[in-house]
């Protein structure tokens, strides 16, 4: 069980306020001294107040002979992965996909998947078990060829839900893919309930839900495991989630759910709201905690409908390699460029790219937030100036929702190759997933992006395997293990040491960290955001113009990259200022000063690193490392420290971009035989060869001074603009000019070759000393080259003649 406990002031005030109201306007009429249908006429007028988001379409229908609705979202993906079935609440007596509809159409909105709310017929008209048939019809209706369907529903259609399931198990139908329970009444006859409902208690009453069980059963014992399925035999249920609220009738039953559905082997989920009443879900739109707990359920779905689909062999106008902030922003891009038929493979079992990686303790971001978030997608909610992982990751989470991505994206999904067919001007994708599934997918486009820093580098050390202790790589971090009391060395002074070194110094009993070259270390201006800055966050123009403000005085830094200018020497000042005020001891200062000019290598900004590194539980070892052994490293002056924990801050695997994937473009050539020498492409997005192939964050789009989004959403703009004269122009593919990708990087290099960036080992530069990751410019610059492409770069090819391909302007003229 999992308890979220909802905050805020104004969320305080809006809970109380709704719950007053359906204390006063629903509670005394759910009541068995008014008739069934003075309370299905009143409990429809009252739902006719509620919210229906915008965006959703409802249309009436029927579905295996059951009347009903379909909700669906106009951000809905054409292909959706599955649909769901949803049951209705309303103690089998009451209610309908009316009453329902601002929680069925909120489930359409924020998980992407068509929701079929069923009509099911009600007591005492059609006592138990005329509502089960319509559902098992319906379900079956829905899962015939091969449908994917989630059995949703609240109250008594939780319930119903969860019978419907053990029914289609009885008669060897294929199961849902997931159910999803919302406060189920699950034991009919209400055992283990508190005599008196739990003060806080909106809606039900004891003697309600015993009158309408009453009518529900007529002739069925109470006991019968599909009336009361809280006692059947429950294994083999698909994943379920339920999710409850602590201030209702129905709370100890969701619990004793969870334990039973556990004890059946089934993957079960709960997730109980405190100070939530029964099926607060139905406020979304107004309540902030009714919100996140459908937005918990999009994610929940995600899993389960992804595994379901992975094996099924599909078709997609774009597949989009990684769910990071790259990929994140090419699908709301594409969405609002009015292409929805893409999916997101992710290969990870989250979204977030490097912020799902990197949860190593005290990962921050190291530019101002507020430029940390897309332009299209301001976040009033930092936190503070520099967020920390988690609330990045969170921000991810929100954007995917907000713009209804979910249900586009496969977790757990990986891309093992991708060849072009000149052909059919497609690219076929062999996909794995972790239980060893394998299928194919096709797509006429192919976004990659996979981000630069995806890939772990472990140090080339000898004895590295040898080493017997605790051995972590800062992107694959084990929070099982605590350094408390340890004796830990980490390798790397990077930006992720950096980070990662003042919390694991608080806690190590010892902490060796071995430098191999000092960088420059900048101070960085952090500080918590007020409730008056968030308030203020909330108005688009005063967002925009705090994240205009941070994104030039960043790039009035990367002035500081060239010699004689201003900005150098008030970085260089800066810099020498901190190292002097934060190391007392000469010696150790002198360690620290860099020995290559600033800029090469990313800037440090820290506060804490230093002062961490004058710990007496800290040392800084700047002899270099010979070996690992089984319990130590040995330095080459001979010295061995004993060690427990190994953690490697060194970086990630930036040379071999892609390595993981076979890319083959035309003439079966592929990208790593392309990329023998380096890699290269143009603008870092179009590699000549690989037509209808658009890199995000690839060759030389890194930068030093400023945020990566900010050259994320122009590369996606130039891909969306290629793939729109593709479409518009009705070719098969386009591919960039060799002789403009060549030129392109012919001139880049001329300029990088003379740069800063040529006067240091980094992750910016090969063995050979070519600087292959960085853009070497200005943001503007970038920008205004990238966003709107110069389609005479490109060579199109026409349908019909796959062996001449045309330019741009010919292409055109075409009818
Ligand atoms: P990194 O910058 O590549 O640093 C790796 C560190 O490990 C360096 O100090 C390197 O020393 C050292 N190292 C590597 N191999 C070694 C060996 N065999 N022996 C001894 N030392 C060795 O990696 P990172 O710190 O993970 O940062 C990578 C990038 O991630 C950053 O540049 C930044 O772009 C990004 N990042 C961003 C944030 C953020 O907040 N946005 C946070 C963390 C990281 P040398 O310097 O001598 O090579």
């Known amino acids: 069980m999992i308890v979220y406990q909802p905050s805020g002031i104004v969320e305080g005030l809006k809970a109380a306020l709704l719950r007053t109201s359906l204390k ?22 009252l739902s006719r107040t509620t919210l229906i988001p915008k965006g959703v379409a409802v249309e009436p229908a029927e579905v295996g002979g059951v009347p009903g609705e379909w909700l669906r979202s106009a951000q809905a993906p054409s292909a959706p992965p599955g ?14 996909p009316a009453t329902h509809r601002s929680l069925t159409a909120r489930l359409a909105l924020v998980t992407g998947l068509p929701v079929f709310s069923l009509d099911y017929r009600l007591a005492p008209e ?29 109250s008594a259609g939780g319930g119903l839900a969860l019978a419907t399931a053990l ?51 007529r002739d069925t014992s109470p006991d019968a495991p599909r009336v009361s399925p809280l006692f059947a035999d429950l294994r083999g249920l698909p994943p379920t989630l339920i999710q409850a609220g602590t201030d209702e009738l129905l709370h100890g039953q969701a619990l004793q759910l969870e334990s039973a559905l556990q004890a059946a082997g089934v993957d079960t989920r709960c997730e109980i709201s405190a100070h939530r009443w029964h099926v607060f879900q139905t406020s979304g739109g107004v309540l ?17 409908l992804a595994a379901a689909t992975g094996t099924q062999p599909s078709s997609h106008e774009v597949v989009i390699l990684g769910a990071g902030m790259s990929g994140l922003c090419a699908a709301v891009k594409l969405k609002r460029a009015g292409i929805h038929d893409f999916v997101i493979l992710e290969k990870q079992d989250g979204l977030g790219g490097t912020w799902w990686d990197n949860t190593y303790p005290g990962a921050h971001v190291d530019v101002p937030s507020p430029v940390y978030s897309f332009s299209f997608a301001p976040n009033p909610g930092w936190t503070r100036r520099f967020a920390g992982a988690p609330e990045i990751q969170a921000y991810m989470q929100k954007v995917a929702t907000r713009f209804g991505l979910l249900a586009h994206i496969r977790l757990g999904t990986r891309i093992s190759a991708a060849r072009f067919d000149d052909a059919t001007g497609h690219w076929h994708h062999d996909i794995e997933r972790p239980d060893g599934a394998r299928s194919t997918l096709q797509s006429r486009f192919f976004m990659c992006s996979a981000g630069p820093l995806s890939q772990p580098r472990w140090p080339d050390i000898p004895g590295l395997d040898d080493f017997q202790g605790e051995r972590l790589h800062s992107a694959r971090w084990d929070h099982g293990y605590a350094m408390t009391g340890k004796r830990v060395a980490v390798i790397g002074t990077g930006s992720t040491a950096s980070q990662l070194v003042p919390p694991i110094a608080e806690q190590a009993l010892q902490l060796h960290v071995f430098q191999r070259t000092a960088n420059w270390v900048l101070p960085r201006r952090d500080r918590l ?54 190391v007392g001891n000469e010696a150790l200062r002198q360690k620290l000063v860099p020995p290559y000019p600033l800029g090469c290598k990313r800037i440090i900004y820290s506060n804490d690193f230093y002062p961490a590194l004058t710990r007496p539980n800290v040392e800084l070892v700047t002899d270099a490392i010979a070996r690992i052994t089984s319990h130590g490293i040995v330095t080459t002056d001979g010295r061995e420290r004993t060690i427990d924990a190994l953690v490697c801050a060194t970086g990630f695997d930036v040379t071999h971009l892609l390595s993981s994937i076979r890319v083959t473009g035309l003439q ?11 890699p290269e492409a143009y603008h870092g997005i179009t590699v000549s060869s690989f037509p209808n192939l658009f890199l995000m964050l690839g060759p030389n789009t890194a930068t030093g001074h400023t945020s990566t989004l900010l050259y994320i959403e122009p590369e996606v703009d130039h891909a969306i603009a290629c793939m729109q004269a593709v479409r518009a122009g009705e070719h098969r593919w386009i591919d960039v000019r060799p002789e403009v990708l060549r030129a392109h990087n012919d001139r880049l290099q001329a300029r990088l070759g003379t740069s800063v960036w040529s006067q240091c080992r980094s992750w910016y530069r090969m063995e050979n000393g070519r600087v292959f990751a960085l853009f070497p410019g200005f943001t503007r610059e970038y920008v205004q080259s990238v966003r709107v492409p110069d389609l005479a770069d490109y060579v199109f090819s026409a349908p019909s003649s796959p062996a001449q391909p045309v330019t741009h302007a010919a292409a055109s003229a075409q009818p």
Not at 29 to 38: K, L, N, T
């Open 24 to 45: 006063l306007l629903l509670k005394p009429v759910f009541s068995p001294r008014w008739s069934i249908g003075f309370q299905r006429r009143w409990l429809l007028a």
């Open 83 to 96: 649909v769901v079935l949803y049951l209705h609440g309303g103690a089998y007596c009451v209610g309908s």
């Open 126 to 154: 059609h006592p138990f078990p005329a509502g089960l048939d319509d559902a098992v019809a319906a379900f079956r209706a829905l899962a015939r060829g091969g449908q994917r369907v989630v059995l949703a529903g609240d």
């Open 167 to 217: 029914a289609l198990r009885e008669g060897g139908s294929p199961l849902p893919a997931a159910m999803v329970l919302f406060s189920p009444w699950v034991d009919v006859a209400l055992r283990d309930v508190p005599a008196a409902e739990p003060r806080g208690e909106a809606m039900l009453s004891v003697a309600w839900a015993a009158a309408c069980a009453a009518h529900y059963l």
């Open 288 to 304: 902030r905690s009714a919100d996140e707990a459908i937005e918990r359920v999009a994610r929940f779905l995600m899993g389960p």
């Open 529 to 582: 955001y007020t409730a008056l800055d968030r308030l203020l966050a909330q108005f688009p123009p005063y967002a925009a113009m705090v994240r205009w403000n941070w994104s030039q005085v960043l790039e009035w830094g990367r002035s500081g990259f060239d010699e004689g200018t201003l900005a150098r020497r008030a970085l260089l000042a800066a810099a020498g200022a901190q190292r002097k005020k934060q």
């Open 668 to 678: 079966g050539r592929t990208l790593a035989e392309t990329w023998a020498h380096g």
